[in-house]
């Protein structure tokens, strides 16, 4: 799941990607060099801190935040190994239905509903999908009070 619900200044609890991209813009404002990558090697026993990154780019600083995220239970298996990421994928899910109710049967309904991998924003519609190359976040509005949103996504799969 991608909630979080035990981080203080979100008492109602928010989604794990718009906590980062908070922290992120925060960061940010206060001058802070952001770096992407995989760090490959780290040595703490001194200040400044060396982290290389991508076994070629080394760092230093002072204080250093380790975010490594979460990560799926796979199956094991080689053809899902190889198929990573062309068609094989583990994510939470995210159900836009256009009305107040879904037209499925009602176990069906309800499989959705009890599913904790998945989200269903009941009144909303899929405004735009975002990315250059890939897909990158789905803008969705709310069909009763118009208000839009973005969620970071990394797939979309259409189901009309």
């Given at each position: 799941?991608?909630?979080?619900?035990?981080?203080?200044?979100?008492?109602?609890?928010?989604?794990?990607?718009?906590?980062?991209?908070?922290?992120?813009?925060?960061?940010?404002?206060?001058?802070?060099?952001?770096?992407?990558?995989?760090?490959?090697?780290?040595?703490?026993?001194?200040?400044?801190?060396?982290?290389?990154?991508?076994?070629?780019?080394?760092?230093?600083?002072?204080a250093?935040?380790?975010?490594?995220?979460?990560?799926?239970?796979?199956?094991?298996?080689?053809?899902?190994?190889?198929?990573?990421?062309?068609?094989?994928?583990?994510?939470?899910?995210?159900?836009?239905?256009?009305?107040?109710?879904?037209?499925?049967?009602?176990?069906?309904?309800?499989?959705v509903?009890?599913?904790?991998?998945?989200?269903?924003?009941?009144?909303?519609?899929?405004?735009?999908?975002?990315?250059?190359?890939?897909?990158?976040?789905?803008?969705?509005?709310?069909?009763?009070?118009?208000?839009?949103?973005?969620?970071?996504?990394?797939?979309?799969?259409?189901a009309?």
């Amino acid at each position: 799941t991608n909630d979080v619900e035990n981080f203080p200044g979100y008492p109602d609890g928010v989604m794990g990607p718009e906590m980062m991209e908070d922290l992120k813009k925060q960061a940010e404002r206060f001058g802070t060099d952001i770096r992407y990558g995989i760090a490959t090697k780290v040595d703490f026993s001194d200040r400044p801190h060396k982290i290389t990154i991508d076994e070629t780019l080394e760092l230093t600083a002072d204080a250093v935040i380790i975010a490594t995220g979460a990560s799926a239970k796979w199956l094991g298996l080689p053809s899902e190994a190889r198929l990573n990421g062309s068609g094989v994928s583990a994510c939470a899910v995210y159900m836009l239905v256009r009305k107040d109710a879904m037209r499925a049967s009602k176990i069906m309904q309800k499989r959705v509903l009890d599913n904790p991998k998945i989200e269903v924003l009941f009144d909303t519609a899929t405004d735009e999908i975002l990315g250059e190359h890939a897909v990158e976040a789905v803008r969705v509005k709310n069909l009763l009070t118009h208000e839009t949103r973005e969620i970071p996504v990394h797939g979309f799969f259409v189901a009309i």
